[in-house]
């Protein structure tokens, strides 16, 4: 089964940017849809962006106009920019793999603070 590693969490300031990325194991199909989703301490996995083979793009209200989520299937590759970051944003951050089957990362810790 296609395993995935996620990178680029860590400690930011409010107003801050990060630039997450998940790399599959296995070829990254045009087909392959894509996702990030996150955990907050004490709060159930929600929904962030997702990205289709095709190259369209959903976000969750609480993020649209400060996340981008992108994909570069020579890489195998999809990407979370996080821009204007608040204590809010805060949790363990997902990557969604959806083919033949679904696949979660194991997350990366995203922590907004002063």
């Known amino acids: 089964q296609v395993q995935l590693v996620e990178s680029g969490g860590g400690l930011v300031q409010p107003g801050g940017s990060l630039r997450l990325s998940c790399s599959a194991s296995?070829?990254?199909?045009?087909?392959?849809?894509m996702g990030w989703y996150r955990q907050a301490p004490g709060k159930q996995r929600e929904f962030v962006a997702t990205?289709?083979?095709?190259?369209?793009?959903n976000y969750a209200d609480s993020v649209k106009g400060r996340f981008t989520i992108s994909r570069d299937n020579a890489k195998n590759t999809v990407y979370l920019q996080m821009n204007s970051l608040q204590p809010e944003d805060t949790a363990v951050y997902y990557c969604?793999?959806?083919?033949?089957?679904?696949?979660w990362g194991q997350g990366t810790q995203v922590t907004v603070s002063s």
């Open positions: 969604k793999y959806v083919l033949t089957s679904v696949v």
């Open positions: 296995e070829k990254f199909f045009s087909i392959t849809e």
């Open positions: 990205i289709t083979g095709g190259g369209s793009t």
